[in-house]
């Protein structure tokens, strides 16, 4: 009898064990795959959607031919935003929803090339893009890096600016009405009834914005000086090169 209850609790503790290395195996094994998956460069891969993701949804963002020339590393980090944002999404009252205007002759107006913190990262520009919302009389600017990471951001309400960026050194109003070189690449935008130059702050670590006095402005006050030799049309754009993509 001793020795069938002694069998008896050989198996009972048996089969514990085995149960035991099951759970722990199953945890470990379930603990190895998000990790995997956490740190797949190609799922997350600083702010670039997977190339799976950009596929999928770049004909839903970049309606129209005027957006071909923008390098797929800078779409990828665009599909990125929208969908870390639910842009995409159809449902509700559409509220806080953004997309790329379909303007044809306007889309070229809404993105811009620079060196804008001057860190470009892997020797690329930064870009500057605006978005539309839904109501299509607010936007919102966003700065990236070219691997995507969000260096700005800002809602405009109730006005759809266009803008361009412009090389350090170029000549603009900084806090008064003396013309002063940029101390880096900057950024125009063109309001309907005013004109601003963003350019980062180093000490501040943001982006400032700075007041570019019209010709009407200037005189006005003859104590003022020239115009600043930077406009949307006027400013250069870095265009990257569009066959280079990030790996």
């Known amino acids: 009898m001793w020795i069938a209850v002694l069998a008896v609790l050989i198996l009972i503790a048996v089969g514990v064990f085995v149960y035991d290395a099951g759970i722990k195996d199953g945890f470990t094994q379930a603990l190895s795959n998000d990790v995997e998956y956490a740190t797949d460069a190609t799922a997350d891969e600083h702010g670039l959607a997977t190339m799976q993701d950009y596929e999928y949804w770049k004909g839903a963002t970049f309606r129209i031919s005027e957006y071909d020339n923008i390098p797929v590393n800078y779409k990828r980090a665009i599909v990125k935003i929208f969908m870390d944002n639910k842009y995409y999404e159809k449902d509700g009252d559409g509220d806080g929803q953004y997309h790329l205007t379909s303007i044809k002759d306007r889309a070229p107006k809404i993105y811009a090339f620079g060196n804008f913190t001057g860190r470009s990262q892997e020797?690329?520009?930064?870009?500057?893009?605006?978005?539309?919302?839904?109501d299509f009389q607010?936007?919102?600017?966003?700065?990236?890096?070219?691997?995507?990471?969000?260096?700005?951001?800002?809602?405009?309400?109730?006005?759809?600016?266009?803008?361009?960026?412009?090389?350090?050194?170029?000549?603009?109003?900084?806090d008064?009405?003396?013309?002063?070189?940029?101390?880096?690449d900057g950024i125009i935008?063109?309001?309907?009834?005013?004109?601003?130059a963003l350019v980062y702050n180093g000490q501040l670590k943001t982006f400032e914005p700075y007041h570019q006095y019209t010709k009407e402005e200037l005189e006005a006050d003859p104590e003022e000086g020239d115009e600043?030799?930077?406009?949307?049309?006027?400013?250069?754009?870095?265009?990257?090169?569009?066959?280079?993509?990030?790996?």
């Open 228 to 247: 600043p030799d930077v406009t949307p049309e006027e400013a250069t754009m870095q265009q990257p090169d569009s066959s280079q993509t990030a790996e």
């Open 176 to 184: 008064k009405t003396e013309l002063e070189p940029s101390p880096l």
């Open 123 to 134: 020797g690329k520009p930064d870009m500057a893009f605006l978005l539309e919302k839904q």
């Open 189 to 196: 935008i063109q309001f309907k009834y005013n004109k601003d």
């Open 138 to 174: 607010s936007s919102a600017l966003f700065v990236i890096s070219s691997l995507g990471d969000i260096l700005y951001w800002k809602e405009y309400s109730s006005d759809l600016p266009i803008i361009n960026s412009f090389k350090k050194g170029s000549k603009i109003f900084i």
